[in-house]
Structures are given as structure tokens and as C-alpha cells.
């Protein structure tokens, strides 16, 4: 999948949401280049166990840089399906393919309606242009 | 930035560091390069080859007369009037109680043409502090005292300072300056000429000190040839391995290199006991702020002192997370990283004494989480020493 493809939330999650054999919906969450790269220096990065119940807004993990840790967000209701268990011990991944094997974790969503909170690929670029006109 | 009409200090390096990617942060009420590409790959670079780094928000004040070793004396915690030329000593500046107004750098320079004058170095977020507590104990008596005088000035704003560290930083500085540096050891000095056209046939003044644990030198310019000076020492640092490099390397090496800083280990509310830095402290022959203070606390049990930490696990304990011993409090972590070259999680904190032996197994509280930590020997990084650039 390609950036232009995805949904963001203003914290800088990415979202790719599909439709699984059973036909839930299944948003694979990750951080984005932008981020990264804001970020710098990646050191660590927290993830939740799978089965979690999470809530659109609330912090899932954390992620930390030589200067700073931030909060992941989740961006959208429902229960942890998988994790990226492999990522603590290959941070590379997250800088190198941050749309690909640097993914996060995948939720089942329980309530579609959040989806239409999220930011397009054009409105995540408008954002990320405020911020660092900041 | 909240406030609409302040804007931070910008060095002469300034553009310099905007159009190389410089990422811009306020530092101690100056624009400062946290970093150019990366924290760790600079920090390595200084570990392993030379880093360049701006270091102008430091605060410079020049004092000349015959008063003014005598007078230093009399306001650090450190002698200064046995201060041979082309020397440099490390020494606090505590107020009535005891605690630590800042730390500094003083050197002593005589260039033959003029007479001798005092550099003294101070953080520079004390700048304005340290300005107002030297004006408080120089009143024009004192400074006008007949074969005692004593002037000052803040020269900050007319001075650059880069400082250049890592094992490959004479190889670099050698064909700079018209002396000897091989022959510097660690805390001289001295007045240079420029060799290189940038220099305009200016003059600086360079001295064997650091904040990074490695061998290096620290060079004072004035600011106009400073962005030339600094070009031209990049260029000539690229066959060595060199790098700019940003503040946030230079906290992260003297983290491991186990140097306190202000704001983060030493403060108002710090005594230099605590600190570790009694060495800097000459109780008797001198009569400088706080030195009764000081007196007074030696004799007394230490409720806290300073240690390093090493944590087990990967998230990193920064200022203010409380260290516990189980479920008591027993200290406070007042710096925390990552730490590139040892590839650990470390932290400088203050616990009280009974917890400070190496090898004793603490926890940090890191943003509601418990971390298994323990108390090792600082510093936590050595370098290893070579002959020259280690005398004392």
C-alpha cells in the first residue's frame, strides 16, 4: 500500500483498514515517515498484549527517541488482533519501511463510524506542513 | 513559542546551521542545532573520529586588572589568583547557603602586549544570574581599590565558541594555530593566531577542555570569522571522519562521560557535597559566598548524593522520575538516555547515601512503570588514555 491509500490521525498514526474472511474490519495501525523521522534516533518501542480493548484517542504504546518518548494513539475503537512483537528488537524497520514491516499493531474495529474521523493522505500533508511551520 | 515577541539568541553559526539541516531548538534562551542528521551517528563520530559543535550560548565574561585574580578568588569556590598564565581551572560559584549558583571555567591568559586577563566560562542560562551576583559583590570601592582594580565585561555576544572533540581532533587543529598543541596538556591554554585564511589574521584562544569525555580542545573566536573558521574546519574535517555536531550529542557524551550540568544535576537546591564536586570547594585561605555554608555542611551527614544508573530495560528514566528502593522513595533521576557508545539505558540521579554503592539494586518510576535499575561507578564511559591531553 502507498501513503496516498491510508488514513492518519493528527497524532501521526497511519491506518489501513481491510475487511477480513469473516468480514470485520481490520485497521493495521503504524507511524509515519514524518513521524520517524521527526523522532530521530529510535530507541525503544512499547507495544500492547494482543486482546487489548482499545478506544479511538487512547494511548496504546510508546515510542522512544534519544531525546523523547511520545504516545502512540489508537485511532479507532476495538480489540488488538496482533502485534508487531518483532519491531522492539529491529527498530531499523520502523525508520526503513515505516508503511510496511514497520507496522504497528492490527485492531478489530468495533465501531466503523470512527473511520470518518480520520484525516486523508491531503489533509495529513496539510498538517504535517503546520507543524513544522511551527 | 507562547511569547509572541521574544526570539531566542542566534550564533554567527546560525544560518550556517539552518541551511544544513540544523534542526533549531531553544537552548538556555539560544537557537541551538539539537542535531543535524542524528543524535547517535554524532555522538559516534566524536567517540571515534572529531564533532564540531557550536557552543557560543555559553556564557563569556572577561575580567582584567590587578584586582581580578584576587577578586575571582574571593567569588568561586576556587583560588584563582595561583592561576598561571595559560591555565584553566574548574570551580563553582554557590550563594550564602551552600548551593550552586553555577559551575565555570576559569582561564587565565597574558598575550605580552596587554596585561593579563581572567576568561571565565559559565552556563548559559546563568548568564543574566551570574551578571547580577558579580555587580552585587563588586561595588566601586572594591573595584576601584588603588592597585586592585577590577573591571569586567560580558563579551558573549562578541565571542564564538566551537568546541572540538574526539581522537582525532589534532590531526585536525594542528595546521589551525601557530602553537604546539600536542604539547597542551589537559586544562592550558593559549592566545593563537589563525593560520587559515578564514581567520582574517584574527586571533582566538584555545585551551585543552571538553564536556564530551574525549581528548579535545575548545576555541573561543571572535564572531565574525567564526562562520568562516567553522567552514573551513568542516572541510578539513571530512577526510578525518568529522561531523557537525548538536547539542543533543554533546548532553548524551557528557552523560556517559558522568559531567554534571546545570539545571539537571547541579542547582540552587544542590551543595557541592551532594554533587560530588568537593574538590572544587577550598574551605579555608578564601572568603567567597557560601564558603561558612560550606564549612557547615562538610561536617554533616549527606542527606543525598550524586550517583549513576544503570537501567535493565530499554525505556529510559529522565529528570524528575522518582528512584525507589521497593516501595520507598529514595532519590530522583536528574538526567536520563540512551547511551550510544555502551548501548544501555543510563541515568544520573541523587539517592540518599545508604542506596549510593555501586551494585545496589534500585527501581525507577518511569511515567507510572517500574524499571529495575542499579547504582554503578561514574563515570560510565572512559576513555582510553593516551599520554598527553589527561595531565591535571
Given amino acids: 500500500m502507498t501513503p496516498k491509500e491510508l488514513l492518519y490521525t493528527k497524532t501521526h498514526e497511519w491506518v489501513h483498514v481491510e475487511t477480513d474472511p469473516a468480514g470485520a474490519k481490520i485497521a493495521t495501525v503504524g507511524l509515519t515517515a514524518f513521524a520517524i523521522e521527526a523522532l530521530t534516533d529510535l530507541v525503544y518501542v512499547d507495544l500492547p498484549e494482543v486482546g487489548r480493548q482499545v478506544a479511538a484517542g487512547e494511548p496504546f504504546g510508546e515510542i522512544e527517541s534519544v531525546k523523547a518518548v511520545s504516545d502512540l494513539y489508537s485511532p479507532v475503537d476495538g480489540q488488538i488482533t496482533e502485534v508487531n512483537s518483532g519491531l522492539s528488537n529491529n527498530l531499523a524497520s520502523l525508520s526503513g519501511d515505516p508503511y510496511g514491516a514497520g507496522w504497528l499493531i492490527k485492531i478489530k474495529i468495533s465501531d466503523e463510524g470512527g473511520l470518518s474521523e480520520l484525516l486523508d ?14 | ?182 604539547e597542551m596538556p589537559y586544562y592550558t591554554g593559549a592566545e593563537i593566531s589563525i593560520l587559515h585564511p578564514a581567520g582574517q589574521r584574527q586571533g582566538g584562544i584555545i585551551s585543552r577542555t571538553g564536556y564530551t569525555g574525549e581528548d579535545g580542545f575548545e576555541l573561543i573566536l571572535g ?118 557508545t555502551l548501548e544501555k539505558t543510563i541515568a544520573m540521579g541523587y539517592v540518599r547515601p545508604e542506596f549510593a554503592r555501586p551494585g545496589t539494586e534500585l527501581q525507577i518510576d518511569v511515567r507510572g512503570r517500574k524499571e529495575e535499575a542499579q547504582v554503578v561507578k561514574l563515570p560510565f564511559y572512559h576513555r582510553n588514555k593516551t599520554k598527553k591531553g589527561n595531565q591535571k
Avoid at chain 2, 558573549?156 to 594555530?177: C, D, K, N, S, Y
Wanted: proline fraction near 6%.
Fill in chain 2, 223 to 340: 564572531v565574525g570569522i567564526a562562520p568562516g573558521v567553522w567552514e573551513a574546519l568542516l572541510e578539513a574535517a571530512k577526510p578525518l571522519g568529522g561531523l557537525p555536531t548538536g547539542i543533543g550529542a554533546r548532553d548524551t557524551l557528557r552523560l556517559e562521560a558522568g559531567m554534571p550540568l546545570y539545571g539537571h544535576e547541579l542547582t540552587e537546591q544542590i551543595n557541592p557535597f551532594q554533587a560530588r564536586l568537593g574538590f572544587a570547594c577550598e574551605l579555608y585561605n578564601l572568603d567567597y559566598p557560601g564558603r561558612d555554608a560550606l564549612r557547615k555542611l562538610k561536617e554533616q551527614p549527606l542527606d543525598s548524593i550524586r550517583v549513576g544508573l544503570e537501567l535493565v530495560g530499554r525505556r529510559v528514566a529522565r529528570q524528575g522520575c522518582t528512584v525507589l528502593a521497593g516501595v520507598e522513595p529514595v532519590g530522583w533521576v536528574t538526567s536520563g538516555s540512551y547511551a550510544p
Fill in chain 1, 121 to 134: 493522505y491531503a489533509a495529513y500533508q496539510e498538517q504535517c506542513e503546520e507543524d513544522n511551520d511551527e
Fill in chain 2, 1 to 182: 513559542m507562547t511569547t509572541a515577541h521574544y526570539t531566542p539568541n542566534r550564533t554567527p553559526l546560525y544560518d550556517w546551521h539552518v541551511a544544513h539541516g540544523g534542526r533549531m531548538v531553544e537552548f538556555a534562551g539560544w537557537a541551538m542545532p539539537m542535531l543535524y542528521t542524528s543524535i547517535i551517528e554524532e555522538h559516534v563520530t566524536t567517540r571515534t573520529a572529531v564533532g564540531l559543535c557550536d557552543i557560543t550560548h555559553m556564557s563569556h565574561l572577561r575580567f582584567e586588572g590587578p584586582g581580578a585574580g584576587e577578586f575571582l578568588g574571593n567569588l568561586l569556590t576556587r583560588k584563582i589568583g595561583d592561576l598561571a598564565p595559560g591555565h584553566l581551572r574548574y570551580s563553582l560559584v554557590t550563594n550564602y547557603q551552600g548551593g550552586i549558583l553555577d559551575d565555570v571555567l576559569v582561564g587565565h591568559f597574558h598575550d605580552s602586549k596587554a596585561q593579563p586577563f581572567y576568561v571565565v566560562v559559565a552556563n548559559g542560562a546563568n548568564r543574566l544570574k551570574m551578571v547580577d551576583w558579580i555587580n552585587a559583590h563588586l561595588p566601586k570601592e572594591l573595584a576601584q581599590r588603588p592597585s586592585h582594580e577590577v573591571a569586567y565585561w560580558d563579551v558573549t555576544r562578541l565571542w564564538a565558541m566551537i568546541a572540538i572533540q574526539g581522537p582525532r581532533t589534532l590531526e585536525l587543529l594542528r595546521p589551525f594555530v601557530d602553537v604546539d598543541l600536542d
